[in-house]
């Protein structure tokens, strides 16, 4: 049992280029959520999903994009990456009827 | 809106001492609470939990209250280990926000030093 993984660990992307984060749990979960983690910031929620085919936007949705077109996996895409879009990156996923989530050990994605 | 305010950091102890991370909230409702834990390099994990008022939430020697007449969660250990190093993050969820995702806001975290 996994829990939640997430690929890739490290990125380092060049302004304006694209890319997809790939967050994967194995707890059959049908809520999942994408958050950004930022010096003195905690975390903020960027988009999240409360099953299979459905998204929806959270804190801080500019400049991403995601879809879940499976149960177990969530994908956050960034379409033209922006230096104001380097962070680490948290997946998380919880199931009905409980209030905690799971988190996935991160992202830290660079843009130059 | 909701929101967590938890004490700024750094804090700096020495082994064995007694730990506070204090932390206050504002929701709509009635929220749960947590604790989560994030150690160097790694993701965040659930440390302790609470669903209602005066329930105390107890995990690896921390325990928290969620005090609803002060709105409070602080976080205490009695003695602090090496190994507890990390920064605290403390967080609510209710289902008024998102259309019942029952998402989580977050405090800023608070960095814990243990030196031996």
């Known amino acids: 049992n996994a829990g939640v993984t997430q690929t890739p660990k490290f990125r380092v992307l060049k302004t304006g280029q694209s890319m997809t984060l790939l967050c994967a749990q194995d707890m059959n979960h049908e809520y999942m959520y994408w958050y950004r983690q930022d010096p003195g910031m905690g975390l903020r929620l960027i988009h999240y999903?409360?099953?299979?085919?459905?998204?929806a936007k959270g804190e801080v949705p500019d400049g991403y994009n995601v879809s879940r077109l499976k149960k177990q996996n969530f994908l956050l895409g960034l379409e033209s990456a922006a230096p104001s879009q380097t962070s680490v990156y948290f997946c998380?996923?919880?199931?009905?009827?409980?209030?905690?989530?799971?988190f996935g050990p991160g992202t830290r994605l660079t843009v130059t | 809106g909701n929101s967590v305010t938890q004490m700024e950091g750094p804090v700096t102890l020495s082994e064995e001492a007694f730990l506070t991370i204090n932390c206050t909230y504002t929701a709509t409702g009635y929220p749960s609470l947590f604790w989560y834990v994030q150690y160097p390099g790694e993701g965040l994990q659930l440390l302790l939990k609470a669903t209602k008022a005066d329930d105390k939430g107890s995990n690896k020697g921390f325990e928290a209250t969620y005090r609803k007449e002060t709105t409070s969660f602080h976080l205490e250990k009695g003695s602090v280990q090496v190994s507890d190093s990390a920064v605290y993050f403390c967080a609510l969820s209710d289902g008024y926000s998102g259309a019942g995702s029952y998402q989580l806001t977050f405090g800023k975290g608070t960095k814990l030093s243990v030196i031996p």
């Open positions: 998380a996923s919880r199931s009905t009827g409980k209030r905690e989530q799971y």
């Open positions: 999903s409360v099953g299979e085919g459905t998204t």
